[in-house]
């Protein structure tokens, strides 16, 4: 008889995200004429810029041809891609990374996901907490996570991010063999400098750790000592994994395009992860549409690049009128600087539910409960700056109001 | 220390095609002078129709606008697809399929790989020999194949497709948990009757085995007596999960559009494989691009389809010259009537690969050597209906001078 992965059913049910629509929906039903705003979004909301869809268009014109057409491409993603982001994104940086490192990818959250395939089960995992979920539900699927007892699984080690680290987790006392990270981080929004960085790739070196690094938002950096790329620290290129993301540098949340940086540096055991990266790519993924990828490719020209960067910088102002307004209205906020995410301190010891439900029904805006992330958001809401700059506007005039 | 999943260090170094690719490179580096013809691609070459093309371009001009925009879409798929698939390719031919059993994804390969997820390791597998390798490789990755030895992977069951058999495979004689079967096939380019999909359903009901069934190339299926659908074996909703693709379909092999599908019937000690993938797929990818599946859509309008139908006869067209030509000439062909791939019988009791060398060097004519896609497969060759009118005529003539 056939036999499922069990560990699926150690998966909690409800999904933060899920819960938070669910609530809003039944508060919309019940008050239908109360304009809600929705800060809770993690999803971007200004349309493609001209330069990517006039490439889209003309990879589409491409693929109506005999002579344009393409079939199936390389599964790590067409040369003209790989060969700009290296330029564009690691050597205008100073960073030496060949095309042969880079693998295109349909998402960060897929590949995040799909990088166990190449880990053992036997890894000790260590995330932030509070952590973007992916991290723990994948790593639950496949068996490295233990049991989840009422807040916490087992089998991972949770490194706190708390007002008083500065929401920076600490470097674990026990010895872990993987470590997530993300920055500039989400859900709390913070950035971490290199002198932070730096003893995170020194442990992962000295142990033999690698660090999977999650730098879908680095294009809201605004502060120029925060590095964009974990290689940016010496070494980290014997010992980092690096994940990136159009979704939010160029608004292609619903257009799918990302990327993993594997060097060829980082090896364990002597086996370079970017061969079984490699291996697992081509045997499990296809590749990414030639018409994405043309699409990604003008991100990187001058015009691309000029508007998709008015994008973020709206985004950006979006989230200063919310950090400023709510500090404004004696609210602990913390993030917002460097990126899309405002982390705010709830008032009068409000747990994170408490609060979200008091927003919903004094102010109807919506947020997203801290805890959802993880025991340490306890205490916390996430906002963000996804929204348009009349309903963020209006959202933080609401909230001010109200206390 | 960071441990690597050592199944990935099992597989076997050289792959199938990056082979064939090798030899023909280094053939035609030694003799610029000879026009070679590759009947070896899986791949489509037929560009995609306008009725596709047209849906596509008004999908990038939306994303061009605020109002049109669309940011992170369902994981499932959108409803407008689902419903389409649903409605057209399922309740058309008489079958009743939910769209919420529908998963519209990336590609039938990554489907077929990234299924494994929610199944235990501990299952015993059957493949059909010769195989499609990406069923094979991506349970090796997982562990289930246990150790590769000369030719086989000593924990699968194989089932041989031989002369003797028709090409179909028997109902192993030890139990399994998870058999894959495709059907029409590929490599072998046939397709079973209904009658002959029966006791395999029969077998998966009485055995709570799963019939990991790939439909990819049912839009080849010309005789009316094949089935396009596993669904249309009374039972098979309890027992067998489906996977189609786009690529061949509408020649969507280079523009990504898949989808499975998953009963809600088919239950594992009482749990849903549809809600563990649906998990899976929530957790690990983010859906397919907007634009992509505006295309897929496209596919199924009345336009659309006409046009669609006229590339896919095309194929079957060339699949006909092929095999009329190769049976003329005195080979042994099966195949290619009701799929675009033609399984030809090596003459003189010539290997595969000797064959392969042969039909290379002395007709400058690229094919697949059969034993490439598992030991039964030796003695065969495999042709390809994808490549131009041109070209196969000329190719067919060149084999027949040959001999």
Request: net charge neutral; with cysteine; hydrophobic share 35%.
């Amino acid at each position: 008889m056939a036999k499922i992965n069990d560990n699926f059913l150690k998966l909690p049910g409800s999904y933060l995200f899920s819960t938070v629509a669910k609530k809003t929906r039944a508060y919309m039903e019940a008050h239908p004429d109360k304009k809600v705003i929705k800060m809770s979004i993690g999803d971007v909301t200004r349309p493609i810029v001209p330069a990517v869809t006039e490439a889209m268009h003309k990879a589409v014109d491409e693929m109506a041809t005999a002579k344009g057409f393409h079939g199936y491409g390389p599964e790590q993603g067409y040369d003209f891609l790989r060969s700009k982001i290296v330029e564009k994104d690691y050597k205008a940086r100073g960073i030496n990374i060949a095309a042969d490192e880079v693998f295109v990818s349909d998402g960060a959250k897929s590949d995040c996901g799909n990088i166990g395939d190449i880990f053992s089960t036997d890894n000790k995992v260590a995330v932030c907490d509070p952590v973007y979920p992916v991290y723990v539900d994948t790593n639950a699927m496949a068996g490295r996570a233990g049991d989840f007892k009422g807040e916490r699984w087992t089998n991972l080690v949770y490194m706190p991010c708390l007002e008083e680290n500065g929401f920076l987790p600490e470097i674990p006392k026990e010895k872990v063999d993987i470590i997530y990270l993300c920055f500039p981080n989400n859900p709390i929004g913070v950035a971490a400098t290199k002198e932070q960085l730096k003893p995170w790739v020194d442990y992962a070196r000295e142990n033999g750790a690698v660090i999977l690094y999650d730098s879908a938002y680095e294009a809201f950096i605004s502060d120029t000592a925060v590095p964009h790329s974990i290689y940016e620290i010496e070494g980290a290129k014997e010992c980092a994994v690096e994940f990136r993301s159009f979704s939010k540098t160029a608004g292609f949340t619903g257009t799918r395009c990302a990327y993993t940086v594997m060097p060829h540096e980082l090896k364990i055991d002597g086996t370079e992860l970017n061969a079984l990266w490699n291996r697992r790519q081509c045997t499990k993924f296809n590749g990414v549409p030639y018409v994405i990828q043309k699409a990604a490719e003008a991100v990187y020209s001058e015009e691309g690049y000029k508007q998709t960067r008015e994008s973020i910088a709206y985004y950006l102002e979006n989230a200063r009128i919310i950090r400023e307004g709510l500090a404004k209205a004696g609210f602990a906020v913390y993030g917002g600087v460097n990126a899309p995410y405002i982390w705010t301190k709830t008032p009068d010891g409000l747990g994170s539910w408490e609060f979200f439900d008091k927003l919903l029904k004094n102010a109807q805006v919506v947020t997203t409960p801290g805890a959802g992330f993880g025991p340490s958001g306890e205490g916390y809401i996430r906002l963000t700056s996804f929204n348009t700059r009349e309903a963020t506007k209006e959202a933080i005039d609401r909230i001010q109001k109200l206390v």
